[in-house]
């Protein structure tokens, strides 16, 4: 990509475009996932953890249980189920950790914790006899190859996609009804492998970012697409360091719209289904008033810096594929800048002291 | 305050000051509160709603019902209610919204779906005979006088406590244990009181941000803390449109650590009890990689810009008062770079329409 430019190509952006193979390796562990939670008995209590893109991993995972609403789901950090929840876990709670590295020293000690208290756990990695899978009581390894930068990106997509693989599946036994999830599941690794395809449509505006001097950015997305945004967020801070956030789509409204005027772009991921558009009019809003607007999005479409997807797009489990496009951004972003997104700053393939 | 200077005194400022009497009047409304919630039947899900500074302070609000564990307890921005959570709404619900106005328009529409559905409903504002007092099943009215600036101050702190010892009585009532919250609850407007001493302190901390041209915060708190890190990175966001974020205090070191180095502020409120020493190691290594901090803690202490309060301010409802150093640091900030904080760019004092 860019070849006249000589851009030399890291781990990172190669990792990037091993994620549809990675989510075929996903859709394809269904069956064991199934059995994982078939496993589990009934419980009142479902903790999803992890770390940084692991958490926000779970966040996404978590959605279909979360929005049953027939279960207590609550995804956290690590750390926060240690210092403030562990009182709340008991024998009739599931918990699930999400580790990449099967190391991460919170989430290890989390999980510990949980199982001393009698709950049962399930550790989602990729490293196959790595810690995690000696200390839950059903490990899943993801076969989706190693990842080699210290950035988290394909692996990000593989856990979102299978915790809420397994999360759609607890919520069909639970509310006894048949989750359209699972279905849409499995149609992602393609739709994944058509948005590699945006990789020079992306490459094109970092580039008009970097010229324009952008060096802040506001992610929003709601629903499932919140987890995404923050992810996002995280991508373009772990990798350039400049200053990110994300938000609830509508939450910009009450008091951060205050910062339009200032040199900062919106990255915007808008799969709403049924309710998009009633979403456009706020998104048209904030373009109204002045706003530099990256939108991803099936159903709205603001002009050149709007990535506009096929209408197969539609469907919840669709906002995750909104992680690609950003993370390609981060990546042409940051070379753009002179950073080296396989070496981040400060950090280390995972932390092991808690 | 620094009359040197001939600072213009905002409403802002005005209404921070009046904080203890805010906070006075809503423990001298703790009757009232146990009647509304001895009148709520008992549920199986209970959902806080707001919007902005409104949902934030719901997200403290709920904390001793989400920490509790034994009732599913969500805080959510009124919008993501809307959009994705209604149908997990029903008459087994409870749901409790916040508007300082009675008239944000999401707030007002998510009760009435509520209501729609079967939930009861109670309602938290200031202002007696709005709209949201005609919607709910059971209003409460805080009289802690009017708040002239835009930006939410002293009802951010009013609705925070007013909700959380809502949430304690309900807690106490589920688990049938005695929650010691209530009693800290009680404690808290004469701890703001000494607080605002700190006034000129913070205001010198202020100067010295303007001087470095900081221009970019990252809030951190763990859990009662982590809302009061949202509302002040909010705050400073709103007020003076610069860069801000709020994370989870451990979360920090998970990506978001290869930011040390840039110029930017962590600003970290810690009042952990029994846990802080644990937490003490963590926020010494950021201070160790270089970063510059604003400490707001009971327990540790790195210098000059540590807000060192007193064991009084132990316990997890505590937290809460660390909104007040923050929102004092958003005033003198935004003044000092000539904004005018009672008048936010593209804000009103509510939103009308959804």
Known sequence: MLPEENVREYYMIRDIRDTPKALDAVVKSLDGISEVAASARKFRKIFFIGCGSSYYAVLFGSWPLMKNGSVLAFA??????????SDAVNSDSLVVGVS?????AETLKALEICRGKGAYTVGFTIEGGSEITGIVDEPVVLDIGEEKSIIMTKSFTAFSLSTAMFSSILSERISGE???????CKAIPSLARSLLSYEDKIAATSKRLLSENIERFIFLGSG??????LEGALKVKETSYVATEGLHLLEFRHGPMATIGERLTLVISCFLGENTVHLKNFVSEFAGKGADIILISNSIDLG??????????????????????????????????????DKPRNLSRYIQRF
Chains 1, 2 share one sequence.
């Open 76 to 85: 956290l950090p690590s750390s926060e189920l240690i210092l403030h929840f």
């Open 100 to 104: 990449r590295s099967g190391r991460t």
């Open 178 to 184: 048949k989750q359209t999830l699972i279905d849409e």
């Open 224 to 229: 499932p697409s919140y987890p995404i945004a």
């Open 304 to 341: 050149e810096s709007t990535l506009k997807l096929p209408p197969e797009y539609s469907g919840e489990c669709k906002a995750l594929l909104s992680i690609i496009p950003m993370q390609i951004l981060a990546y042409y972003y940051a070379v753009g800048k002179g950073r080296d997104p």
